[in-house]
């Protein structure tokens, strides 16, 4: 009997509940909970729970190796990073945006917070996969396949981008403004953030699809 | 009408050398071991680089590793 293995999956599956605990509440942090807490900001603890549920997550998965054709490659990790991480960060920009209102002023200090937690979340995610890099050092990191996924997923990608880009147009010249929702230069911008993290959400989903494909 | 079918013998080719285990030929391929497994299973159709690379690998040529099946030669 493998004892190793045994203790190893036991080991992983405790980081993987530990990962799905920090992730709820990770979110509960950035989507429900007020602005403060105790005059803590719950935006950043919740965006530093996301990096804990993240590398929770990673590590749990790979100490759970429990069919050896169901590895997950460097890529596929990194893709699922970036997924997640952008979902994170659109749902909390459209929880929050549309709550203090989409033509609020720039230089409040709400925005300013809202920002730095969007920042932090996609420097969290950044420094999670430089992490993983390095923790996988010595192995054949990206290949041929990897970069082939990516291509067609950016490809994906562009199409979803052009589709929005053209339908925000299409609204913006066709709907008359006192009928438009979003007529101001900031709300207009607001829109055009959506539309990145939208193609950007398309591009990383379909990266995880593609991977997920290949192993099937 | 279907259309040409690669096919490759990767799996059998690196059974018959000991020791060589799916890892060890993505080292020497400089690929990931899931590139290995998904060449094997036939899901993935590799480069020119990385079919010679597995050829020279496997101590074959490439067109004992992979097999090019037209429906017009069968």
């Known amino acids: 009997m493998d004892t190793s293995a045994t203790t190893g999956s036991q080991r992983g599956t405790i980081w993987l509940w530990a990962g799905g605990a920090s992730g709820f509440l990770a979110a509960y942090l950035l989507l429900f909970a007020p602005n403060e807490l105790l005059g ?98 010595g192995a054949t990191l990206e290949d041929e396949r990897d970069r082939a996924i990516r291509q067609r997923a950016a490809s994906d990608s562009h199409g979803v981008l052009l589709t929005l880009l053209i339908g925000l147009v299409v609204t913006l010249g066709l709907t008359p403004v006192d009928r438009l929702p979003f007529s101001s230069p900031i709300a207009i911008a607001h829109a055009l953030i959506g539309v990145l993290l939208l193609s950007e959400l398309a591009r990383h989903a379909a990266e995880v699809w593609r991977y997920r494909q290949e192993r099937q | 009408m279907s259309g040409p079918v690669l096919s490759n013998r990767i799996r059998e080719l690196r059974q018959r050398q000991p020791g060589l285990t799916q ?43 992979f097999q090019w099946a037209d429906d017009g030669d069968r």
């Open chain 1, 40 to 137: 803590i900001d719950t935006g950043l603890v919740g965006s530093a729970l996301l990096l804990l549920a993240g590398w929770s997550a990673v590590y749990g998965l790979s100490a759970t190796r429990a069919n050896p054709e169901s590895l997950v490659t460097l890529g596929e990790k990194r893709a699922w990073i970036a997924l997640i991480t952008t979902a994170a960060v659109g749902a909390y920009l459209l929880d929050k945006l549309s709550g203090l209102g989409w033509d609020i002023d720039l230089h409040s200090r709400a925005l300013q917070k809202i920002a730095t937690n969007s920042v932090a979340m996609l420097v969290g995610a950044a420094i999670l996969a430089r992490l993983l890099r390095q923790r996988e050092a």
């Open chain 2, 23 to 65: 890892e060890e030929l993505a080292r020497r391929c400089q690929v990931t071991r899931q590139t290995i497994i998904a060449l094997e299973a036939g899901r993935y159709l590799p480069s020119l680089e990385l079919a010679f690379r597995l050829a020279r690998a496997l101590a074959a040529g490439v067109e004992e590793v």
